[in-house]
């Protein structure tokens, strides 16, 4: 396995939607080889997961792990998932009306690709998501809370979408700064759980 090198916000391959990848191509040893970086890559770079753009591949794969990340104490354990062709469907909301608090997940994110900047979004709290996994087997599963904010940011990457653009103006801020003057309850709120806590 081989580090990637991550490209940086401004590089246009970040800003392009990705292709899909094409089921019989699972199977090369190009695309397992590339598959198998991504997590080396991720791992190495502290990543709560990697979308294959940022490694300059420009192909519908996302990468997903959580084990007590250091970049994001307090994110919920996810294991090693690959995601290919994912599609996400929102369960909460509706398009065009502003996310109810409750049907909210509010978590200052960061990205290997926008590196000591943080900033605040808020995405729906329960999606949905078919994909291929990396044997080319059918996946469907439902993700909620927190990881929910994870897996939508991943597959943001393959439609050219960066947190930045959707952060909350005003919140974008440096590493440094966030981790001084946000309080730890203030980083990550899931307003599903709130809601359902009477205190
Ligand atoms: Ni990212």
């Known amino acids: 396995m081989t ?7 401004g590089h246009p391959v970040l800003r392009q939607r990705a292709g899909e990848l094409q089921p019989e191509a699972l199977a090369t040893a190009e695309v397992q080889r590339l598959i198998d970086d991504m997590v080396e890559t991720m791992r190495d770079a502290g990543g709560a997961g990697i979308a294959a753009p940022q490694v300059h591949e420009p192909v519908r794969i996302a990468v997903l ?11 919920p354990s996810i294991p090693l998932t690959v995601l290919v062709n994912p ?12 996310l109810d608090e ?8 960061g990205c ?20 291929l996994d990396r044997h080319g087997h059918e996946l469907r599963f439902a993700w909620e ?7 939508q940011h991943e597959c943001d990457h393959l439609d050219g979408v960066l947190f930045i653009d959707r952060a909350e103006p005003g919140t974008l801020m440096f590493l440094d700064e966030y981790e001084q003057h946000v309080p730890l309850e203030e980083r990550m709120i ?3 759980l709130r809601a359902r806590d009477p205190g």
């Open 102 to 109: 409750r049907d909210a997940v509010t978590m200052y994110e």
């Open 87 to 98: 599609v996400l469907t929102a369960l909460v909301g509706s398009p065009g009306a502003p």
């Open 65 to 75: 792990e959580v084990r007590a990340n250091r970049r994001y104490p307090g994110l």
């Open 145 to 151: 809370g927190l990881a929910s904010s994870v897996v």
């Open 112 to 131: 290997l690709s926008v590196p000591g900047l943080r900033g605040r979004v808020r995405r729906p709290r329960r999606v949905s998501v078919t994909a």
């Open 3 to 9: 580090l990637r090198k991550i490209a940086r916000a």
């Open 190 to 192: 899931d307003g599903g």
